[in-house]
């Protein structure tokens, strides 16, 4: 019986980036079709109720462990802060996980809201998570990366 799977929706190749473009990655749907994983697809970044296109987002201090602690901050091109949506988005995330039985979470690198083991900091990838991968870990859930396949 196939087993659920939150991925991030921009990897099935939905339109869900903030700039309105998809990262269909075929590794992605190999994974999912050779394991008998049934994707449920998810943007926190929508679900929190940001438009797509959106403006960029990064984080100017900490990542998503410290957005969820009150000691980071994502902001967007425009110079507002985000961390409130980004907190929605992520709370909004786990309800979707807990309602359709997911366990474990294949999400996109370096996104502010999904990733998994780097994120931006300003303009530099450094280790971190994003604020929905941080508060997924967080609940136990295993999470991994695109480039983990």
């Known amino acids: 019986m196939p087993r659920p799977i939150l991925v991030s929706a921009c990897l099935l190749g939905l339109q869900t980036r903030y700039d309105g473009a998809a990262k269909r990655n075929a590794a992605v749907l190999r994974y999912l079709a050779d394991r008998n994983l049934t994707p449920v697809p998810v943007c926190p970044e929508q679900l929190a109720g940001l438009a797509t296109p959106r403006p960029a987002t990064r984080f100017t201090s900490g990542d998503g462990t410290g957005v969820l602690n009150g000691t980071g901050t994502v902001k967007n091109s425009e110079g507002k802060i985000v961390n409130d949506a980004f907190l929605r988005g992520a709370s909004e995330t786990l309800e ?54």
């Open 96 to 149: 979707v996980a807990r309602l359709s039985g997911c366990t474990e979470a294949l999400l996109k690198e370096r996104s502010p809201s999904c990733g998994v083991h780097q994120v931006y900091l300003e303009e530099t990838i450094v280790p971190g998570q994003g604020v929905a991968c941080a508060l997924l870990s967080r609940r136990g859930f295993q999470v991994r990366s695109e480039e983990d396949l």
